[in-house]
């Protein structure tokens, strides 16, 4: 495995699973110690990254609270010395009621928005003061309900269009001062996100895409990981589709 992040501090939020979790353990495996934001109280994947020789830890914070995000990039300075690279990943759809634009509840609405968006505005606001000076890389998680039309997923779309937006309004205030922000929007990945969907739903998002299969952390972490490191130095702004061609197959006429 090549090091593009030796030397380097990422901070990684939703990392206890899922993409998050994929992306910690690629930047470390690659050299970043880490420093992983998540809800729950479990450090198993910082302890991970530890047992194999690299350096991480764990905070358990709610990227939702303005002083969660500080205690998290007081860890990562305090204990590595700096932020270089963020990855904004934590996120959730609509666990407490439907996601129909009609039967949305505020609170669903709230809930959804407040992790997906307000997260992320808060995650970049607590890190671009630290990597001013110094540069830096930030990858924000989207998804393709930001750029179709999805059933039952009207909280989640506005949360993840905004992110889209964001990253692009970002981009263009920092990457003259050296801070580049870039947006992954993936297909359907084979994470805890999906426990409870039934065979069929899992065989409809598996059609959907032109690669026949789900995508896995390891698809999106490999994506973030170039969008993270220097080798990604001309792309600021971009969306990037990661989706086994579904936006291509679904345009298809
Ligand atoms: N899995 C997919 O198919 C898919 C597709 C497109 C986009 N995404 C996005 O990718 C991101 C990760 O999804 P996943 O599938 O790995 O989900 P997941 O549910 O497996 O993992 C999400 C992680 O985020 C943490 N988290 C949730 N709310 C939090 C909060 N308020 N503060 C801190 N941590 C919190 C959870 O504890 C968990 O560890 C999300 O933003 C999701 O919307 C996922």
Redesign the pocket.
Known sequence: MVSRFEGRVAVV?????????GIALRLAAEGAAVVI????DDDSTARRIVADGGRAAHVV????RPG?WKRLVDEAVGGFGGVDVLGN?????NTIGPDNVVELTEAGWNHVVD??LK?VWLGMQAVIPRMLGGGGAIVN?????ALKGLENLAA?SAA?GGVVSLTQQVAMEYSPRGIRVNCI??????????AGITDEMRANFTDAHLIPR??T?AD?AAAAAFLLSDDASFCTGEILPVDGGWNTKGSAG
């Open positions: 939020t939703g990392g206890v699973q899922g993409i998050g979790q934001g998540d809800l729950q914070m709610d990227v939702r969660d990943v934590a996120g959730v759809t992790t997906d997260g998680i989207a998804s393709m309900a989640y993840k929007c993936p297909g359907t990945i084979d994470t805890p996100i999906l789900l995508g952390p999106i």
